[in-house]
């Protein structure tokens, strides 16, 4: 058995082909697309700098907490997540909500509101109108994807700063990826047509940030007029912001936190104390005894032991709500305590099958399929689907850059369809562009890593096929996730090797409890239909070679004119 880029081929298939041909893959080059994979587990903004601390803000070890923290996780409202029964008419939230939001909810073709939304627009909406003598409780939502969370939570907000009188920096929404945060940013764009509202966007690409991006200078030195209302961002900037910017977050209300699981992985980059010390400054963080969590975490940025009357704090300064949505949630107490939320309460989208643990939904409208067969078989079994299933839009999940990159150059010998690879080796311009011909129709698959995928929000993805076999059971949910999305319907094709069948069969077991093989449905393909394909597949294979050494070629050429410009 022989590997060739990063597919093992049996011998029978192409002769010439030994072990000695994956050693014709200079070390260098799979150390660059190693590189690739290594940054996207470490840095998910493209910025590969940690955060350092600065002022008086000290990193303090924390012993692990002993009291369960997550009691509000599992009593939680919930709310029917059925888009078929359970949404609501367009009328019964309209009313309540501003003119021109409406007029801009009807031009983006709105005609009904999710449950996600029938639930959390009227909650957020009251959470942030009321008057409150104490720090109000955070709201922490877990509904699957595609189910509407961004108009949950981008609806409300708007409304309530529509008649603000004065444009200060009042939210803050933070995204884990670069284009997950600018498609959020277009979303709050087209909510804000034909208001005074101001959006401001910056994430790992952008260009270096001055102050004029935050305020104008007036003829009076001492007055700025600010020009953001609503910040959307990625936690990779806010170092960025505290350093070279007279950042103001004095009037923050709101922290909206997308993708909570994901950030909350992100800790060490401090993200979250960076921005409360912006708002708090390095003294009173709790605002009354009263108030102070059950545990005492004095590590923790809004714990103060000192006695402060929660009146007299709320004549000093404004509370923030903060918002978590995501489809899958961690329960390590750890993690949760690592957010500072206060109080939380915990709304969950209640679907139809009551196996699946509260931490992790499937889509209702998603058939899953599983296919067994030998490793070196794999590509032949993604071409068999591509061909014959007939899918208009297929979002192929790998395992690694390399993994991906690979597998795409040799699709697009073999495939009849168009195929692009996703990654952190693209610039944002160039995924970008990715994703428009992708919802176009121009492309039919993209292959693409599980730290890249979460950015793409693509409608009409009608299939989700798991290349390489997620790591756990998050990794599947945020795969298939993709598809089946606002109601619609959706399949998700998992290719396993039978060694793999256990890790497998565990995921299942995680998600769908006991029956979990009633879930999967066998996706048969007779080893007949594959014989037709293997002549093709062969010169692909040897194509491929070839082309991979042109690549090594290219690149030792770049590297020795940079290392001679260098000098």
């Not at 007036?218 to 209302?229: E, G, M, Q, R, V």
């Not at 004095?298 to 404004?318: D, G, S």
């Not at 256990?502 to 409890?513: E, P, S, V």
Request: aromatic residues 8%; positive net charge; glycine residues 2%.
């Amino acid at each position: 058995m022989a590997s060739v880029c990063g597919l093992n081929v049996p011998k029978f298939q192409i002769q010439d082909i030994s072990r000695q041909s994956e050693m014709d893959l200079d070390k260098k080059y799979r150390n660059s697309l190693q590189e690739s994979d290594n940054q996207e587990q470490l840095d998910f903004n493209n910025e590969t700098e940690n955060f350092v601390t600065i002022g008086n803000l000290k990193r303090i070890r924390s012993s692990r907490s002993t009291v369960n923290l997550n009691d509000w996780l599992h009593n939680s409202t919930s709310f029917s997540g059925d888009l078929q029964s359970n949404s609501s008419d367009f009328d019964d939230l309209a009313l309540s909500l501003d003119t021109k939001l409406v007029e801009n909810l009807k031009d983006l073709k709105i005609r009904k509101f999710f449950p996600v939304q029938k639930e959390l627009i009227p909650i957020i909406s009251k959470r942030l109108s009321e008057f409150h003598l104490a720090r109000p409780r955070d709201v922490c939502v877990l509904s699957p994807t595609g189910t509407g969370k961004t108009f949950a939570y981008a609806i409300p907000l708007i409304n309530y700063l529509m008649h603000r009188v004065v444009t200060r920096i009042r939210a803050i929404v933070i995204l884990p990826v670069n284009d997950l945060a600018k498609q959020v940013h277009q979303v709050f764009q087209s909510l804000c047509k034909n208001t005074t509202l101001k959006i401001g966007l910056f994430i790992g690409s952008t260009n270096k940030i001055t102050s004029n991006d935050f305020y104008k200078t007036t003829s009076n030195p001492s007055k700025k007029l600010y020009t953001i209302d609503i910040l959307v961002m990625t936690p990779g900037k806010i170092r960025e912001l505290i350093h070279d910017v007279d950042f103001d977050l004095s009037s923050l209300e709101v922290m909206i936190i997308d993708e909570a699981d994901r950030l909350m992985n992100e800790t060490q980059f401090q993200w979250l104390e960076f921005i409360e010390q912006l708002v708090y400054g390095s003294k009173v963080k709790c605002f009354c005894p009263c108030f102070v969590p059950k545990v005492k975490k004095q590590h923790a940025i809004n714990f103060e032991e000192n006695c402060v009357c929660a009146l007299k704090a709320r004549f000093q300064r404004k509370f923030i709500l903060k918002l978590l949505f995501s489809a899958t949630l961690s329960t390590d107490p750890e993690k949760i305590d690592s957010l500072s939320l206060h109080d939380p309460i915990h709304y969950t989208a209640k679907i139809t099958d009551t196996d699946i643990g509260p931490q992790q939904i499937i889509p209702e409208n998603l058939k899953e399929y599983l296919v067994i067969y030998d490793e070196d078989k794999k590509p032949l079994i993604l071409w068999n689907i591509i061909e014959n299933e007939k899918y208009s839009r297929i979002l192929c999940f790998t395992n690694s850059v390399y993994n991906s990159h690979r597998l795409c150059q040799l699709m697009k010998k073999i495939s009849t369809i168009k195929v692009r690879e996703f990654s952190s080796r693209q610039n944002i311009q160039k995924r970008t562009k990715i994703l428009k011909r992708f919802a176009s129709g121009s492309i039919q698959m993209i292959i693409s890593t599980d730290m890249t995928a979460r950015g793409i929000d693509i409608e009409g993805i009608d299939c989700v096929v798991c290349y390489d076999l997620p790591r756990n059971e998050t990794a599947y949910i945020h795969r298939i996730g993709r598809t089946a999305r606002a109601g619609k319907f959706g399949t998700a094709i998992t290719i396993i090797s039978p060694n793999q069948l256990k890790h497998f069969n565990i995921i299942m077991r995680k998600l769908h409890r006991n029956n979990g093989a009633e879930k999967i449905e066998r996706m048969a393909i007779k080893t007949s239909k594959l014989k037709p394909m293997k002549l093709i597949y062969k010169r692909a294979l040897l194509e491929l070679k070839s082309d991979a050494n042109e690549e090594i070629i290219k690149l030792k050429f770049r590297k020795k004119l940079k290392k001679s410009n260098q000098s």
